[in-house]
């Protein structure tokens, strides 16, 4: 079957994105990678974009996040450096620098035959030039979301919204959960956090006129049939388990409930109409976003969760399609 998507969105979900692996396998086997040119995502989301948009494969992609410590990213320092830890919370807003997690995907753009300062515009020049053949890459445009709360919206960044910004910088605004990690400040120097806070799960991003901000929705506005997303979520694209209770024992539990709680809310209102019917549904098993000391055995439980996900998505699909 021949399948029409040509746009990938992929939703927050911290830890949980190993999943991405599994599903962009099926989609690499469907032969849908190879019509791929643009990605977009929030938080977790944001990494897979940008890995997949500078052209790894779902094989790097694989031997990539199996190999990372996702513990390193939690560079909050020493415990002897309690007050330096402190002063970081209250003015800038977060316990981790996110140091590491910059230099990390900087590490992995320079990989991917560009140099760390790597821009929108660069990388969309490289794509309309083909420039990723040389190297046996499919270079794709990449989309990134951030929260802005000074004015309490969700900022995309790309080519055509801010073709000055580095790839990494947006990368590494997306990723700034508040509280955890410190907030970055955008071309204009506003503070923006994670973006999966306003938008997790983005997938009408590729459904605007981008140069029309603040992005928003306006009647009449059509949906694109060639965007796809993947969803992280509980239970399957048939079957919403009853959520289960988590203790709150500390401040980051309580933080984290309530992130979650938002989360799920927002992430709801694309389970039905058109959204729904272009969305990949991953059953995260009950993984916490926040596990960070994830160990081999549940990697691959969410990469085959990610795989089950995606080959029912295409079982419907194909189903549906056939009638027609």
Aim: charged share 25%; aromatic share 10%.
């Amino acid at each position: 079957m021949t399948y029409p998507f040509k746009n990938l969105v992929f939703e927050g979900g911290g830890m949980k994105g190993i999943c991405y692996v599994g599903a962009v396998d099926v989609l690499t086997q469907k032969g849908i990678m190879d019509n791929i040119e643009k990605v977009g995502g929030s938080s977790a989301g944001a990494i897979a974009s940008t890995l997949v948009g500078l052209g790894y494969t779902n094989t790097q992609l694989n031997k990539i996040l199996y190999e990372i410590d996702f513990m390193s990213f939690l560079d909050i320092g020493s415990s002897a450096g309690e007050l330096d830890l402190f002063s970081r919370l209250f003015s800038q807003y977060g316990l981790a620098k996110g140091d590491t997690f910059l230099k990390w995907i900087e590490n992995l753009i320079v990989e991917a035959g560009f140099h760390k300062d790597l821009t929108f515009k660069e990388l969309h020049d490289a794509v309309q030039s083909g420039a990723g053949k040389a190297k046996n890459r499919k270079y794709r445009d990449v989309y990134l979301t951030g929260a802005n709360p000074s004015t309490r919206q969700t900022e995309i960044y790309s080519h055509e919204t801010t073709p000055a910004m580095r790839v990494a910088d947006a990368a590494r605004i997306s990723l700034s959960i508040p509280f955890i990690l410190i907030a970055k400040p955008n071309l204009d120097g506003d503070l923006c956090v994670d973006g999966g806070m306003l938008c997790n799960y983005p997938i009408r991003m590729f459904d605007f006129d981008l140069a029309a901000k603040p992005y928003t929705n306006r009647p009449g506005q059509r949906v694109n049939s060639e965007t796809l997303g993947f969803r992280l979520s509980e239970g399957t694209i048939n079957t919403l388990p009853t959520p289960g209770k988590r203790k709150v024992d500390s401040v980051l539990d309580y933080l984290i409930a309530l992130l979650n709680c938002y989360n799920a809310f927002q992430s709801s209102i694309h389970l039905n109409g058109d959204d729904w019917a272009r969305t990949v549904h991953i059953d995260c098993k009950g993984v916490s976003t926040m596990y960070y000391n994830m160990k081999d055995d549940v990697k691959k439980m969410l990469e085959e969760s990610g795989r089950e996900g995606a080959l029912a998505y295409f079982e419907w699909y194909d189903r549906e399609h056939d009638k027609r």
